[in-house]
């Protein structure tokens, strides 16, 4: 349940309702508004009554949460969130396009990519350091040395950073390097990953599970919010389905749901979510349209030489050019996203 304080209630009776909340076994997660305290009750709240926090001083009201999830439930949170990485709002008016390639593999490369993408509209610079790759064979990622790689990219370009952590263990140094986590698809149910993420203030990019149902989806989020991090962004990533022209279906049903039942944002990434470079575009397209916060796209100055994910990776050019229908495709769902010339024009 939620218990929402009055405006002007003391820092005591705040404090004695929490040590209410704790003495009847269940955990307080307090939550600092603009205008009021609110108090998320964590646990199984079917073993205290609603009127025994009703009745507190300085309660305004308390309001059972039938969902599973709670604290990321529309229900808790009726206005949208905002999430900040790095001065980029995610979540607001702005649809925010996040580019970059799969995989750090050189500066040369994430330099190059970093000034292209920025100079078509991206707002932040995605690009992998620790790749979770299928295969243990497989190209695994220049891991710290690409966090230094993008630390430069990120000094040349001014775009703050998105990466990916894979391991508990590499929360504090992909930390120190990332201005947002990105929790992959194979790890969305990780909760210890989850929860170290969860314990930093830093935002985080969830991809959803390829395999995960919405509830799931939510639940993985509520293990970051939990802890008491607030700031995740959602990503639909593409799903497994029977279909196999398309290396995954990409599910922008999600995109509503999310807005009917979370005030999280949520962000779409036709790459993963297509696998496919020539069908990018049109999905990037589509979830403009169905409303999404944002995208994240992978982006290569050669693509077809791109160590991982070749196939679904753009050119900067097509980028530059996917920007400008992009821009048009936000302004006639009343979003806005700069395009290429304004973003070139504001340096
Ligand atoms: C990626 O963004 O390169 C990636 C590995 O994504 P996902 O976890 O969605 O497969
Ligand atoms: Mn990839």
Known sequence: MIIVMKPDAREDWVRAVIDRVEKEGLRPVLLSGTERKVIAVIGDERRVSEEAFSVLKGVERVMPV????????????????????????????????????????????????????????????????FKPRTGPYDFQGLQKKGLEYLQSAKKESGLPIVTEVVDPRDVPLVGDYADMFQIGTRNMQNFLLLREVGKTQKPVLLKRGMQSLYKEFLLAAEYILSEGNRNVVLCERGIRTFETHTRN???????????????????????????????????????????????????????????????????????????????????????????????????
């Open 66 to 129: 039938l969902k599973p999830y709670k604290l990321v439930s529309r229900e808790f949170q009726p206005e949208s969130s905002i999430v900040r990485c790095g001065g980029v709002a995610i979540g607001g008016k702005e649809c925010v396009v996040m580019a970059g390639p799969c995989a750090v593999e050189s500066e040369k490369q994430i330099i190059e990519t970093a000034l292209a993408v920025k100079a078509a509209g991206a707002r932040i610079l995605r690009g992998g350091a």
């Open 249 to 347: 279906t990409l599910d922008l049903n999600l995109v509503p749901a999310v807005k009917e039942l979370s005030h999280l944002p949520i962000v779409v990434d036709p790459s993963h979510g297509t696998g496919r470079r020539g069908f990018v575009a049109a999905m990037s397209r589509a979830a403009i349209a169905a409303g999404a916060d944002g995208l994240i796209l992978e982006v290569h100055p050669a693509p077809d030489e791109a160590l991982t994910d070749a196939d679904q990776t753009i050119s900067t050019i097509q980028f530059a050019a996917l920007m400008k229908q992009l821009a048009a495709v936000a302004d006639a769902v009343d979003r806005v996203l700069p395009s290429p010339s304004e973003s070139v024009a504001c340096g």
